[in-house]
């Protein structure tokens, strides 16, 4: 017996959910190690959070901890891996309805 579209769902949100913990984890993290002035975290995993759908979590963890919001280069890529999850989002979803 398969799951059903409710559970499949479900199990989606709580992923996503997890997801977006660990995003907002690791911005405060980084902020933290950074004003005690230790070795920070790689702003490339900070990304790949992004781009697998800790965006949400991971630009309110900018905001609240006001934590990279003036560096443009990272900011810059940080859209860009917005664009790709999100992109990645549809085409999986027209996929799936196709």
Same mark, same amino acid.
């Given at each position: 017996?398969?799951?059903?579209?409710?559970?499949?769902?479900?199990?989606?949100?709580?992923?996503?959910? #997890?997801?977006?913990?660990?995003?907002?984890?690791? $911005? !405060?993290?980084?902020? /933290?190690?950074?004003? *005690?002035?230790?070795? +920070?975290?790689?702003?490339?995993?900070?990304?790949?959070? #992004?781009?697998?759908?800790?965006?949400?979590?991971? $630009? !309110?963890?900018?905001? /609240?901890?006001?934590? *990279?919001?003036?560096? +443009?280069?990272?900011?810059?890529?940080?859209?860009?891996?917005?664009?790709?999850?999100?992109?990645?989002?549809?085409?999986?979803?027209?996929?799936?309805?196709?």
């Amino acid at each position: 017996m398969g799951l059903s579209d409710l559970q499949y769902g479900v199990i989606a949100l709580g992923i996503l959910t #997890a997801v977006n913990v660990v995003s907002v984890i690791a $911005i !405060w993290w980084d902020k /933290r190690r950074a004003s *005690k002035g230790h070795r +920070r975290i790689r702003e490339e995993t900070l990304l790949v959070w #992004a781009l697998v759908g800790g965006w949400p979590g991971g $630009i !309110w963890a900018m905001r /609240r901890f006001r934590h *990279k919001t003036s560096k +443009r280069s990272f900011i810059a890529r940080y859209v860009l891996a917005v664009g790709l999850n999100m992109a990645a989002i549809s085409g999986i979803g027209y996929a799936a309805i196709a």
